[in-house]
């Protein structure tokens, strides 16, 4: 059974930092390509970045966040991260990571972008 759980959200001025972090247990998370979705109130849940699996050298990101956000992952830890630099009003969501070819959701972390 899957599971994920997402940390590191929280309140944030513009421009300002986050390091978000996802645990996951219940398969083979070294093979597994992984990926984080956010969901703002009243809109669609979004991709926001993939990682490949095994050493994670494929990484895409959606238009919206490149430059700014990095995934990368750590098999020995069974996580993935995603450092989010000059973060901006709109990256304001709930961020869920997801196994690519799984189906389940974490819980989400609440990541706030305001002054």
């Known amino acids: 059974q899957v599971q994920l759980v997402e940390s590191g959200g929280g309140l944030v001025q513009p421009g300002g930092s986050l390091r978000l972090s996802c645990a996951a247990s219940g398969f083979t998370f070294s093979t597994a390509a992984m990926s984080w979705y956010r969901q703002a109130p009243g809109k669609e849940r979004e991709l926001v970045a993939t990682?490949?699996?095994?050493?994670?050298?494929?990484?895409n990101y959606a238009d919206s966040v490149k430059g700014r956000f990095t995934i990368s992952r750590d098999n020995a830890k069974n996580t993935i991260s995603l450092q989010m630099n000059s973060l901006k009003p709109e990256d304001s969501a709930v961020y869920y990571c997801k196994v690519r070819l799984l189906p389940g959701w974490g819980q989400g972390t609440q990541v706030t972008v305001s002054s």
């Open positions: 990682i490949s699996g095994g050493g994670g050298s494929t990484k």
